[in-house]
């Protein structure tokens, strides 16, 4: 007589089908072992560069910090020449150093800023226009205010277009700036210059809506009644 077969449980089917996941996975593991090792190696070797250029990045951010600090008081004073170059011979990097040795850092992105500014106040406006440029720092307010600064750069180049589209690109930028009506006074200020009176015109009037307690709204206000009987 045949005996019945034995029913077998689920959990026997479970332990069972583990036992041979690990055999399986214990042979492919030594299969393998040569080429996991390369996998493994390389995956380390990648944790530990992220790491060391981390801790590098961090180490050259405080070294810019510190020769930062040493320089800005000089561009708060006015004398931008010598916040450009510095004073080599006290140990005092100016700007312009700040820049191209340690530009990768925050330090370095702000320096970027305020090396384009220096610039400007003296008149140097294409190297003033290269570091606004240059300026891609996380700092919204600062990536505004270069936007600013190319605009400048461009009205006092006369293309008064250009000037308009990059102070209207500053507004935009950073909405919650205070700064926000100031750039879109000059934005309207420049398309007006460049003969563009409806673009004028259209921010004149946001400004008015939008900014009324604007310092300059006498002033736009004046602008809107001229545009709209030209």
């Known amino acids: 007589m045949i005996k019945p077969r034995k ?10 089908t583990l036992v041979l996941t690990y055999y399986k996975a214990r042979e492919f593991v030594e299969k ?6 390369y996998v493994l190696t390389g995956i380390i070797i990648i944790i530990a560069g992220i ?8 180490a050259e951010n405080e070294r810019a910090e510190a020769l930062f600090s040493k320089i800005i008081s000089y561009y708060d004073n006015g004398d931008y020449k010598t916040a450009i170059d510095g004073i080599p011979q006290r140990n005092i990097q100016g700007l312009k150093y700040i820049v191209e040795n340690y530009g990768g850092t925050n330090a ?11 610039y400007f106040m003296l ?45 209207e690109k500053a507004a935009q930028k950073f909405k ?15 398309y007006k210059l460049a003969g563009e009176k409806e673009k004028a015109l259209r921010l004149y009037e946001r400004i008015k809506k939008e900014y009324p307690n604007f310092s300059k709204i006498r002033d736009v206000e004046i602008y809107i009644a001229s545009l709209r009987e030209s």
């Open 7 to 16: 029913k077998i449980k689920k959990q026997e089917l479970k332990e069972d």
């Open 32 to 37: 393998n072992k040569k080429i996991l090792s």
């Open 51 to 58: 790491i060391i250029y981390r801790n590098n990045l961090k």
């Open 108 to 118: 370095g992105e702000i320096a970027t800023y305020y090396l384009a500014n220096a």
């Open 123 to 167: 008149g140097d406006y294409d190297n003033a226009l290269k570091y606004f440029k240059e300026y891609d720092g996380s700092d919204k307010l600062l990536l505004s205010a270069s936007l600013a600064g190319i605009a400048s750069v461009y009205e006092a180049k006369g293309d008064y277009r250009k000037a308009a589209e990059y102070f």
């Open 176 to 190: 919650e700036n205070i700064l926000v009506p100031e750039y879109l006074y000059n934005s309207a200020r420049n």
